[in-house]
């Protein structure tokens, strides 16, 4: 009786939203908040103050992070861009040099994802249901694959985007800019390309399932019309 309230209970939990699957409202300040500290610390007590805020800051958010008892993987990660990006504005000498790691791995991440759709591998696909253990059935059913194709084409166009823009504000030196587009580009643009993956998910999701349903059932009658010829054989035999 218990097992079964605990499996309604289950059943009525809603399902996170969109926001909530990227880390909700403290997974965009986390990710802002050290871009924001070094272009303020930068602008008023130099690039030197700048980075050592900027790394300040991602350790801080690491240490909340362990606190309140959170994932520590985007921490973490989160941690190693900032160190990186710092590094490279201190041997740069330059606030903007912050940025470059940036916006380079954007084109690195737009380059793959157009890969994985070119050898029909969409990269969507292939991390949603890998994370999922639903296997490869979605490769077999070409509308799926298109599906995914389509969303993966839409990340792909979120980081091809923020490699051109961010690059043109990198080469004009506005620095203040650049921190405003790599928030402005971060979780809002990549939630609008997260809305075609949810979309290309269910109908994939729904696509397969029908499948499964309709093989079954032809698989069962199948063994139904074989039941009855040799039944009637048998009959006949007697």
């Known amino acids: 009786m218990t097992e079964r309230a605990g499996e309604s209970k289950g059943e009525d939990r809603p399902a996170p939203t969109l926001m909530e699957q990227m880390g909700g ?22 690039l030197k103050a700048g980075i050592w805020s900027a790394l300040g800051s991602a350790v801080a958010i690491t240490v909340l992070r362990l606190v309140r008892k959170e994932p ?6 989160g941690f190693f861009g900032v ?10 000498g330059s ?22 759709i070119l050898v029909r591998w969409p990269l969507a696909g292939v991390v949603w249901n890998l994370l999922n253990g639903t296997g490869t059935a979605w490769r077999s059913d070409r509308p799926s694959r298109y599906g995914y194709d389509l969303a993966t084409l839409a990340l792909a166009a979120v980081f091809g985007a923020r490699f051109v823009v961010q690059r043109w504000l990198y080469e004009a030196d506005y620095t203040g800019w650049l921190a405003f587009a790599k928030i402005a ?6 939630g609008l390309a997260l809305l075609v993956v949810v979309w290309a998910v269910r109908r994939s999701d729904k696509r397969i399932k029908e499948l499964e349903a309709a093989r079954e059932a032809a698989e069962a009658d199948t063994e139904a019309a074989l039941r009855v010829k040799y039944g009637q054989y048998d009959n006949s035999t007697d």
């Open 95 to 116: 606030a903007k040099g912050f940025f470059l790691f940036g916006i380079w791995a954007s084109l690195v991440y737009c380059g793959v994802f157009v890969l994985s």
């Open 25 to 46: 409202v403290s997974g965009l300040v986390y990710s802002s908040l050290p871009v924001i500290v070094f272009v303020l610390a930068n602008s008023v007590f130099g």
């Open 72 to 77: 520590l993987q985007p921490a973490i990660s």
């Open 185 to 190: 580009m971060g979780y809002p643009l990549y």
């Open 83 to 92: 160190a990186v990006a710092a590094f490279i504005a201190y041997r740069t």
